[in-house]
T-cell receptor
Framework: SQELEQSPQSLIVQEGKNLTINCTSS?????LYWYKQKYGEGLIFLMM?????EEKSHEKITAKLDEKKQQSSLHITASQPSHAGIYLC????????????FGQGTTLQVKP | GAVVSQHPSWVICKSGTSVKIECRSL??????MFWYRQFPKQSLMLMAT?????????EQGVEKDKFLINHASLTLSTLTVTSAHPEDSSFYIC??????????????FGEGSRLTVL
């Protein structure tokens, strides 16, 4: 069974629209990481959340971690073509070791 | 943010040969690095934890004799795919965490290395 579920698997939005990607864990996690990846390239670090209820923002991207530390969401406001890519959430279940289990990824396309 | 570099970016080899991939932390020290593999259109799967000065810890199902990991210094971990076969063709990617002073817990990934075994 998958320990970390991401939804949706893929998303196509019109430029300027808002969108949300969800990441749900089957158990409490120690840390939740969000990355962006272009196909065949490395991962770009977006944000890391560790505390229940924590919320972080960078430019037009906001990530939240729920109080129970089992669900996180990534919200993009006023999407742009540059936001297109694969978004991955990675969870540290092993006590802040840095060992991550990843969700399946969400492929985002932004139509101009 | 911190920089992690991998080399080579891509490599093509013949079946039966061994290939070495390097993962370097360029501007920080990393006592621990992680190796992942990614199949086309799939997510990353953790292969092993690379520990500086000691043996790597492998995830269940990963053959340690097949994927040799060496972490000889605080800035370099290497993954050697021994006697490579076409099924080993994949995208291999490493990550590292800043250790010691100023550890923010952030994990940085390399650019990845695409291995194609003919």
């Amino acid at each position: 069974s998958q320990e970390l579920e991401q939804s949706p698997q893929s998303l196509i939005v019109q430029e300027g629209k808002n969108l949300t990607i969800n990441c749900t864990s089957s158990k409490t996690l120690y840390g939740l990481y969000w990355y962006k990846q272009k196909y065949g390239e490395g991962l770009i670090f977006l944000m890391m959340l560790q505390k229940g209820g924590e919320e972080k923002s960078h430019e037009k991207i906001t990530a939240k971690l729920d109080e129970k530390k089992q669900q996180s969401s990534l919200h993009i406001t006023a999407s742009q073509p540059s936001h297109a890519g694969i978004y991955l959430c990675g969870a540290d279940f092993s006590g802040n070791t840095g060992k991550l289990i990843f969700g399946q990824g969400t492929t985002l396309q932004v139509k101009p | 943010g911190a920089v992690v570099s991998q080399h080579p970016s891509w490599v093509i080899c013949k079946s039966g040969t061994s290939v070495k991939i390097e993962c370097r932390s360029l501007d920080f020290q990393a006592t621990t690095m992680f190796w992942y593999r990614q199949f086309p259109k799939q997510s990353l799967m953790l292969m092993a934890t690379s520990n500086e000065g000691s043996k790597a810890t492998y995830e269940q199902g990963v053959e340690k004799d097949k994927f040799l990991i060496n972490h000889a210094s605080l800035t370099l971990s290497t993954l050697t795919v021994t006697s490579a076969h076409p099924e080993d063709s994949s995208f291999y990617i490493c990550s590292a965490r800043v250790s010691g002073r100023g550890n923010t817990g952030e994990l940085f990934f390399g650019e990845g290395s695409r291995l194609t075994v003919l």
